[in-house]
């Protein structure tokens, strides 16, 4: 089955630092999504891309949908301490009846 | 606004005891899938729904079992809990229909299920 693979695994920065992460597959998508997961809650959507090459933003964050259709990445600037929490990727093919969710990135903002 | 309610937050309880974990949504949602969580890790499909009396298995083997009587409500169930079932369960929704998985699921805040 398809499978996105996302890194980096975990990151650590320093509130202020801009942050990016990103996403990739072995086969194409059609639509990108990125969700944002804060402790002992359930994931809630960020952004959502549509096209290949389209490039997104939500306030500091800023998304793109790669033109190969297998990736994508995720931005975020100046990062606040209520950016830590896990970022996942999903991304949706065709007719398909679930969307596929990738690994995840760990993101801790240190004062 | 939560529109998608997981209850209970927290549950700890002793092994071989029958638990149902519930979820029920007001967004008049046809899909609802079931995911397990381990702490800061992948999120896995266990279970979902395409509607009223539709159940299908997702992509990891659970012992659990679900059931969609009602379309706002999809409880699951584990009738013996074993400390391997110890992790946090993700209840999402969304709309049937072609383009609507594209606008994403709507989760829970999820049960954290603790098994002793």
């Known amino acids: 089955g398809q499978q996105l693979n996302q890194s980096p695994q975990s990151m650590f920065i320093q509130e202020g630092e801009d942050v990016s992460m990103n996403c990739t597959s072995s086969?194409?998508?059609?639509?990108w999504l990125w969700y944002k997961q804060d402790p002992g809650e359930g994931p809630v959507l960020l952004i959502a891309?549509?096209?290949?090459?389209e490039l997104t933003s939500n306030g500091r964050l800023t998304a793109q949908f790669g033109i190969t259709r297998k990736d994508s990445f995720l931005n975020i600037s100046a990062s606040i301490p209520s950016d830590v929490g896990i970022y996942f990727c999903?991304?949706?093919?065709?007719?398909?009846?679930?969307?596929?969710f990738g690994t995840g990135t760990r993101l801790q903002v240190t004062l | 606004e939560a529109d998608i309610y997981q209850t209970p937050r927290y549950l700890v309880i002793g092994t071989g005891k029958k638990i149902t974990l519930e979820c029920s949504q007001t967004?008049?949602?046809?899909?609802m899938y079931w995911y397990q969580q381990d702490p800061g890790m992948e999120l896995h499909l266990i279970h979902y729904?395409?509607?009223?009396?539709?159940?299908e298995k997702g992509d990891l083997s659970s012992e659990s079992t679900v059931s969609r009587i009602r379309t706002e409500h999809f409880p699951l169930t584990l009738e013996s809990a074993r400390p391997s079932h110890t992790s946090q369960y993700l209840c999402?929704?969304?709309?049937?229909?072609?383009?609507?998985?594209?606008?994403?699921?709507?989760f829970g805040s999820g049960t954290r299920l603790t098994v002793v």
């Open positions: 086969s194409i998508f059609n639509t």
């Open positions: 999402a929704s969304s709309k049937l229909g072609t383009g609507w998985e594209i606008r994403g699921y709507t």
């Open positions: 891309l549509y096209k290949a090459g």
């Open positions: 967004m008049g949602h046809d899909k």
């Open positions: 729904s395409y509607g009223v009396n539709s159940t």
């Open positions: 999903a991304g949706h093919y065709g007719t398909a009846s679930k969307l596929t």
